[in-house]
């Protein structure tokens, strides 16, 4: 997959013959001088390209195709810096498989006082233009998103940058592969879904590989690549043990899981605590260690959540605060709306959301039957961050996503030998909670730090499935007033 630096935006500028060639020239110099300016400000993730001052829609065609075909380029920013008829980008526009933003800017900030007449007025009229090209986005129904404000603003910037980070997530979303060493686990309903389905929508591809594949790669692993990997743990992590050939078979397996995934391409991957046939522990740390260099995971099968966390990081790329493999675990009921949600998981909580440098532990599991798996402990740290489930409600997918205040775990906890969050979600967990059930959410979940609700909104539009935030002005009775009108809506779809 071609990294996030690497990618383009191609920045499309509308207009049309009406103005004299003189106008033109003006436009494209303008035009030019945004883009060099948006890659010199450092704030936006990819590069803007740009392309033309389009004027016929032959052109909008051409670059429409252009970009469909063009592996670095991401997604499309549409601009109208003076008025383009927007029939004309009819033919053009139906045929866009890139995502598309549309900024709403003008190439000045404010209107010169005495030097405003009707050219100016003519050669700057976004105001205007804009409304036109704005309409048929609407009218042929396009997922787009609208970014407003002075294209110099951080602000407007900053919004941008949100999104070419989604447009990435989608770009990468359509090469997704994950290799399943485990069917689901057996008679959970939450972890199935449509993978046909799913690969249509998303681009994921999802597979299932024997154990006993796997292990044929664990046993070619050597001495010396596990010591390379021990020497790479010892700097990352603290040793918090004696038993050094625990974590050594955890190096083992982490080095053939992870020469699996690279020989296949692979962008993440689940396991089942009960079928790790030939394996001697269930892979704590070395799953661990994978999902911190970007490695989707999903537990006891579950390939929503692993597809769903790869994406997720690949929005986060580069910048991650962290993002994780989640799971509700258990709860602690306060007075005062103050009730916490404590997350963990049986091993397998990616590093990246740790507060402080992780500890290497080794405990015995209480199920599964294997010996006693080396993990990384921690608690994770506080801050504003998401959880967001991936759920298939028969004939549609819908993502739910719940804003939460994750704080400094409240306790101590000396006897949890696992990976551990704290978190609130908003409103309060008693309302957030409440919606989550209401709407399906799983228990397990993807945690970020970094992604945001408006990035896997606009995610979510351009994939064509449904979306469903829990806020801090999420009210049950309009909740489920959404749910319902939106069922009925995706019926029709
Ligand atoms: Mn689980």
């Given at each position: 997959m071609i990294a996030l630096k690497d990618v383009e935006f191609w920045f499309i500028v509308g207009s049309q013959y009406l103005y004299g060639a003189e106008a033109l020239e003006q436009v494209a110099a303008h035009a030019e001088k945004m883009a060099d300016g948006f890659n010199a400000a450092?704030?936006?993730p990819g590069r803007v390209v740009y392309k033309l001052v389009a004027t016929t829609s032959d052109a909008i065609e051409q670059v429409i195709d252009d970009a469909n075909h063009?592996?670095?380029?991401a997604g499309i920013i549409t601009w109208m810096h003076t008025f383009s008829p927007s029939k004309m980008w009819i033919r053009g526009l139906g045929k866009l498989q890139k995502p598309y933003l549309h900024l709403h800017t003008?190439?000045?900030?404010?209107?010169?006082n005495e030097a405003i007449d009707m050219d100016f007025m003519n050669l700057n009229q976004s105001a205007h233009g804009d409304r036109e090209h704005g309409f048929i986005g609407a009218r042929m129904r396009l997922p787009r998103k609208v970014v407003v404000g002075y294209w110099e603003d951080a602000a407007v910037q900053k919004k941008m940058a949100g999104w070419m980070r989604t447009a990435y997530g989608v770009l990468a979303s359509r090469k997704v592969k994950i290799a399943r060493f485990?069917?689901?686990?057996?008679?959970?309903?939450?972890?199935?879904?449509d993978k046909v389905e799913t690969q249509i929508k998303f681009g994921w591809s999802v597979n299932t590989y024997p154990v006993g594949e796997l292990v044929t790669y664990i046993d070619k692993v050597t001495e010396t690549e596990i010591d390379a990997r021990m020497k790479e743990y010892e700097k990352k992590y603290t040793m918090h043990t004696d038993d050094v050939d625990s974590v050594r078979y955890q190096a083992k397996m982490e080095i053939a899981m992870e020469n699996f995934l690279v020989q296949g391409e692979f962008d993440g991957f689940v396991n089942h605590?009960?079928?790790?046939?030939?394996?001697?522990q269930l892979p704590g740390l070395a799953t661990q260690n994978l999902t911190a260099q970007g490695y989707g995971f999903g537990p006891e099968g579950d390939w929503k959540v692993a597809a769903l966390a790869s994406v997720m990081k690949y929005i986060a790329?580069?910048?991650?605060k962290g993002t994780a493999l989640m799971e509700d675990y258990t709860y602690n009921f306060t007075a005062h709306g103050e009730s916490l949600i404590l997350g963990a998981h049986m091993l397998e909580v990616?590093?990246?959301?740790?507060?402080?440098r992780p500890r290497i532990e080794v405990h015995p599991l209480?199920?599964?039957?294997k010996a006693a798996p080396a993990r990384l402990v921690f608690e994770g740290k506080a801050g504003s961050a998401v959880t967001a489930s991936l759920i298939d409600m028969g004939g549609r997918m819908r993502l739910i996503v719940s804003d939460v205040e994750a704080v400094?775990?409240?306790?101590?906890?000396?006897?949890?030998p696992v990976a551990r969050v704290m978190w609130k979600p908003l409103p309060n967990l008693e309302t957030a909670a409440e919606a989550w059930i209401i709407a399906g959410g799983a228990h397990h979940s993807v945690l970020s730090y970094s992604v945001t609700a408006e990035q896997l909104a606009d995610w979510a539009e351009i994939m064509d499935i449904e979306f469903v935030h829990i806020t801090r002005d999420t009210d049950i009775a309009k909740f489920k007033q959404n749910l319902l009108l939106a069922d009925i809506a995706w019926k029709f779809r």
């Open positions: 450092g704030r936006l063009d592996k670095k380029c003008q190439f000045n900030r404010e209107i010169p485990s069917d689901n686990m057996r008679d959970v309903a939450v972890t199935e879904g605590f009960d079928d790790l046939y030939g394996m001697e790329q580069g910048e991650d990616c590093p990246s959301v740790a507060a402080d209480g199920i599964g039957g400094k775990p409240i306790l101590p906890m000396p006897n949890l």
